[in-house]
């Protein structure tokens, strides 16, 4: 087999989105093909160009450009401080960045709760002024709704259930999701709510890996799983996270692919420690 970044070698024979989509954007119909195809699929989250670039490159399909920007990559403490113009300017640039990927924006904490017209109004900013593809908000039945209405306007949305970080002052934190029957009963409505609505892929967040299995084979729409197993046809992690950027600890779903904080931070202090001595700049970096 082919291990070519688009076409990497734990992708199946004749795989959708892993086997030669080069000259076009990945669509929400590929992902569709995918789930029917039993082909599982990456996502991470991008919040600039260059980031994004490095991931597209990689064969990566599908970038989240999330609201998590506001913890990983803005400096707050949680997503509920992001705004509308933040989203519309981190995911213009992943679109800028990228040639291959679909790009999801994610709807911002204050950007669609209020009804569906203000759902609508904000979407199309994402689509309109950013050029992404998709949108991504949080809630089950009580967004179904607002989906509804974005999905007969010709927006395709993504759904997120299960840990809605949004939410994370009425969780009292980040808890597990869907544990205990009632709590597995409702994630199971909220995921039929949405597909129904006609999203057309669901996010699945801290939910143990059972119900998100049972989750995934009931919904004709692919699932997308964080931190709630191996049973969902998609996976997506935090890019701060699955990169090592982040400081401190991680949540124990996330594996670490690489240190960049460290690497970073081994060439900041180089750098400094070449300049102090006076070693950099050396001859070849000098104009003549
Ligand atoms: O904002 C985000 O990064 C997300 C993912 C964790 C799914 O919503």
Known sequence: MNASPLQPAQAPEGAVLYGGITNRRVTVRDLAKAKQAGERWAMLTAYDALTAGVFDEAGIPVLLVGDSAGNCHLGYETTVPVTMDQMVMLSAAVVRGTKRALIVGDMPFGSYQESPAQAMHNAARLMKEAGVGAVKLEGGERSARSIEL???????????????????????????????????????RDAKAVQQAGAFSVVLEAVPAELAAQVTEQLAVPTVGIGAGAGTDAQVLVWTDFAGMTAGRVPKFVKQYANLRSVLGDAAREFAADVSAGTFPAPEHTFK
């Open 150 to 188: 974005l999905v007969e306007a010709g927006i395709p949305v993504m759904a997120h259930i299960g840990l809605t970080p949004q939410s994370v002052h009425a969780f009292g934190g980040y808890p597990v999701q869907g544990r205990g029957d009632e709590a597995a009963h409702q994630l199971l």
